[in-house]
Each structure stands twice: as C-alpha cells, then as structure tokens.
C-alpha cells in the first residue's frame, strides 16, 4: 500500500509560468513533509520542508502548501525555470517519532519539463 | 566539506556475483539508508541503521546485507540471491532532528 502519492508522472509547464506538483499521503501519523529534487544520475537534493504546525512555508520560489484534513501537500514554483527541470520527489515521515516513523517514505516522483 | 560519498560511481556485475557498494559519510550522522531507484518505481529503502552495530530491513532487504560497524560507513552487499539487481543505489545519512542527505549513487548494471 503507498503512503505516498505523487499522481502525475510528469508535469510539463512553459518557463515563467506557474508550476504545481501534487501529492497524497494516507498514514495520519506523518508530521514532517519534504521536496526533494533529482537530477539524472545523482542522488535527491533537498529542496523545501514543512511541519504539520504549518501550513505554508516558502523559499524563494518555492513555497510548500499543506492541507492536514485533505492528507494534500503541493509544491509551487514561482517563476519556474528551465533549470528547474527535474524529477520532484515528495516523502514523509514521523519526524518526532522513533520506531517505524524515523525513515522517510518517499513518493514515486513527477517528472517536471520548463519549456523555454 | 562535510558530505556522502559513494562509490563506485558505476559498477558491473556478472550474474551469480556478490558486489559491496560503499557509503561514507563525514557528517557525524547517526542514522544511515540505503534506497533503491528503478524507473517509476521511485525511491524503496532497502536497509537502515539508526546507530552503530545496529540496523533494520526495509521494505526490500531481499538479497541484500548490510553491516553498520562505523558511524561513518554502512556498505551495502548486492548479494546473488538479488534477483533484479539492476538500479540506481542511493545511500543517505539524517541526523537526528533533520531531513535525509544523500549520496550522488551507484549505477549497478548485471552483465
């Protein structure tokens, strides 16, 4: 069963627009949430995270929304760029839980095309 | 500068083969992971270890083995009972209270 849900795999959006990366998550016991970026043949960079006591958190052009009733998180890129192309991997955790919680469980990714 | 290396960066194995993929780490990390990626598949975790001489399956340990018997190293072994060996290896270290690093891979082919 996936606990991490990244829907779309892929995302093609035209440089300077909006992009919007999706993702769902069913196990209620997840508070840490993070984005992480992934070229070809390297390992994920991280890019942004939040806490479940939040519900917005941005950098730069990066801002991370999170909707805990609807287990919905979503990165946007403002203004999205050609070196933004990437694969964008959502993952979650029990960040203050041991046990099973200290891993990260990760979504299958989305893969994001900025057409200059 | 403090980072994961891992190597080899590519590695080629003939079948029937026991293959060691190395990780270190110089960030004083306690917790370390290894991840598989196959296309569409996105990152599964084979092993963790959350302190030295210590660690866990993950939710694809079959045909894998690992030791943890320094903070900074936790090689992982491609064993010959792995039966789709072939994938992109990802190792990542966390310390407590942060989110993942990761390493830059290794590409695994079977030949």
């Known amino acids: 069963d996936q606990q991490v849900k990244q829907n779309s795999p892929s995302l093609s959006v035209q440089e300077g627009r909006i992009s919007i990366l999706n993702c769902d998550y069913t196990n209620s016991m997840f508070d840490y949430f993070l984005w992480y970026k992934k070229y070809p043949a390297e390992g994920p960079t991280f890019l942004i995270s939040?806490?479940?006591?939040?519900d917005k958190n941005e950098d730069g052009r990066f801002t991370v929304f999170l909707n805990k009733s609807a287990k919905h998180l979503s990165l946007h890129i403002v203004p999205s760029q050609p070196g933004d192309s990437a694969v964008y991997f959502c993952?979650?955790?029990?960040?203050?839980?041991?046990?099973?919680?200290?891993?990260?469980?990760f979504g299958k990714g989305t893969l994001l095309t900025v057409n200059p | 500068d403090g980072g994961i290396t891992q190597s080899p960066k590519y590695l080629f194995r003939k079948e029937g083969q026991n293959v060691t993929l190395s990780c270190e780490q110089n960030?004083?990390?306690?917790?370390m992971y290894w991840y598989r990626q196959d296309p569409g598949q996105g990152l599964r975790l084979i092993y963790y270890s959350q302190i030295v001489n210590d660690f866990q399956k993950g939710d694809i340990a079959e045909g894998y083995s690992v030791s943890r018997e320094k903070k900074e190293s936790f090689p992982l072994t491609v064993t010959s009972a792995q039966k789709n060996p072939t994938a992109f290896y990802l190792c990542?270290?966390?310390?407590?209270?942060?989110?993942?690093?990761f390493g830059s891979g290794t590409r695994l082919t079977v030949v």
């Open positions: 993952a979650a955790s029990g960040f203050n839980s041991g046990g099973s919680n200290y891993k990260l469980t």
């Open positions: 960030l004083n990390h306690d917790a």
């Open positions: 990542a270290s966390r310390k407590t209270g942060e989110g993942y690093t």
């Open positions: 939040i806490s479940s006591i939040k």
